[in-house]
């Protein structure tokens, strides 16, 4: 069993930036596609940024192109989400989301579909607020 652990949430600034970290407790994070996904107050999950393994192919929802990037660190086994000029907007808890089984389709669809994801993460909370 899983258990992705994420960490790097807090309380910001608008305009300001966090580094969000994605790890495997307990073994290595072994995936087909990783995403970073996030829930704001009485709204539903979506998807932020997803990578497949296979390829350097990356999603990103239009409301954080240029402001967030996502990347793996295989020797630190850890996935990243850097966020830069975060908004009050970006308010929400983080999820990281990741899919073991094999998996063919695309890093968009990955982060379209939240069922296409075998585990989550507990989520940490990001705050953009002045």
């Known amino acids: 069993q899983v258990q992705l652990v994420e960490s790097g949430g807090g309380l910001v600034q608008p305009g300001g930036s966090l580094r969000l970290s994605c790890a495997a407790s307990g073994s290595t994070l072994d995936y087909y596609a990783i995403g970073w996904f996030r829930q704001a107050p009485g709204k539903e999950r979506e998807g932020v940024s997803c990578m497949l393994d296979r390829d350097e192919i990356t999603y990103y929802a239009d409301s954080v192109k240029g402001r967030f990037t996502i990347s793996r660190d295989n020797a630190e086994n850890t996935v990243y989400l850097q966020m830069n000029n975060l908004k009050t907007e970006d308010t929400a808890v983080y999820y990281c989301?990741?899919?073991?089984?094999?998996?063919?389709?695309?890093?968009?669809?990955?982060?379209?579909?939240?069922?296409?994801?075998?585990?989550w993460g507990q989520g940490t909370q990001v705050t953009v607020s002045s």
């Open positions: 989301g990741m899919r073991a089984s094999v998996y063919l389709g695309s890093s968009d669809y990955f982060c379209a579909h939240l069922s296409s994801a075998d585990y």
